[in-house]
């Protein structure tokens, strides 16, 4: 079987680490990635099985001439500056990069390499809030984006779908829902109690007590591992041109979240709402339906509960938090 080329970009994030590791895992997959900033620990077990060039996507003449020599058979575009709550004061900044780092990949890949199929990883914060009872969402779903970052995702997903129309791209379009597990940044929810709590067990925290922000609102959650699983299959056997939920089908709330991390943990911990954490604007409830993927033959085959004792167990085995 020939080996094929994969391109990851943002491959020392968090998601990107880890479909490194699947594909690695898997077999048959010669492996480049891009990076910007100078941490590789996400993957240190790597070190001898992934191509990594430090570039920076918003170099247009830079992502040609990678894309240029790669030719990869899949593109996971996976680099975006992707945390939703601290958008609202970087909005120029993030509208920017999620938007032009993609406009520069799909212009290199059409100039370059058009045989490249290009999974092209959105959000499902594109579709903002919606009714109780128009859940779970479907694809169909209108966007209403709430945040800059919803925003600069609902245009990185259009110039896909463009690109797709008016150039021939071979672009799937991926739309996942929320996520956690190991690496993640300490800016989402799971991953900042994980790190607080680790903080507590080290006695690195004169008081036992986590701040805590709206509690009651409820999210549609899924081990990363599962989300990996899903851009591979898609990479393989998804329509080009076709947007595809990513999502579990059940919700959580992020009560039940800390309450999960806590019950992990031989240390009383108190809880005190915080009114700085309690953002004006917030999705209350979002539970997204993943029929269209289901039927590619995709199921998620990791629990919540494991990605929870998988972050904690990340935090506490950090040398320096």
């Given amino acids: 079987m020939a080996v094929k080329r994969v391109l990851i970009t943002g491959i020392s994030g968090f998601v990107g680490s880890h479909l490194a590791e699947r594909l690695t895992e898997e077999g048959g997959f010669e492996i480049y990635g891009t990076h910007i900033h100078d941490d590789l620990d996400n993957l240190s077990s790597l070190a001898n ?19 240029k020599e790669i030719r990869p058979d899949t593109l996971y575009h996976l680099a975006a500056f992707s945390a939703p709550s601290l958008s609202y004061d970087r909005s120029e900044e993030v509208l920017g990069a999620n938007t032009f780092m993609t406009l520069n990949l799909l212009e290199a890949v059409a100039k370059e390499s058009l045989n490249t199929v290009f999974v092209n990883v959105g959000s499902a914060d594109v579709y903002g809030e919606v009714p109780i009872e128009s859940q779970p969402v479907q694809e169909s779903t209108e966007f209403r984006p709430r945040n800059p970052y919803a ?14 129309k008016s150039r021939g791209l071979k672009v799937v379009m991926c739309r996942p829902f929320n996520h956690t597990g190991a690496r993640q940044s300490d800016s989402f929810v799971v991953s900042s109690f994980a790190r607080q709590i680790a903080e507590i067990e080290k006695g690195l925290c004169p008081e036992k007590v986590i701040r805590v922000g709206n509690l009651d609102s409820s999210r549609d959650f899924l081990h990363v591992r599962d989300v990996v699983s899903a851009y591979i299959l898609l990479a393989e056997s998804g329509q080009y041109g076709l947007p595809y939920n990513i999502a579990s089908g059940r919700v959580y709330t992020i009560k039940e979240l800390i309450e999960g991390l806590l019950s992990l943990s031989d240390i009383d911990i108190e809880l005190v709402t915080d009114p700085d954490r309690v953002r004006a604007v917030d999705t209350s409830s979002i539970c997204g339906d993943s029929t269209r993927l289901c039927a590619l033959g995709w199921s998620p085959l990791h629990t919540v509960e494991e990605a929870l004792a998988e972050s904690l167990n990340y935090w506490r085995e950090r040398e320096v938090i």
Avoid at 49 to 65: G, P, Y
């Fill in 49 to 67: 099985e992934v191509f990594i060039q430090k570039c920076d996507l918003l170099d247009r003449s830079a992502v040609v001439e990678l894309v």
């Fill in 151 to 164: 925003v600069s995702k609902a245009a990185q997903e259009l110039l896909g779908y463009q690109y797709y």
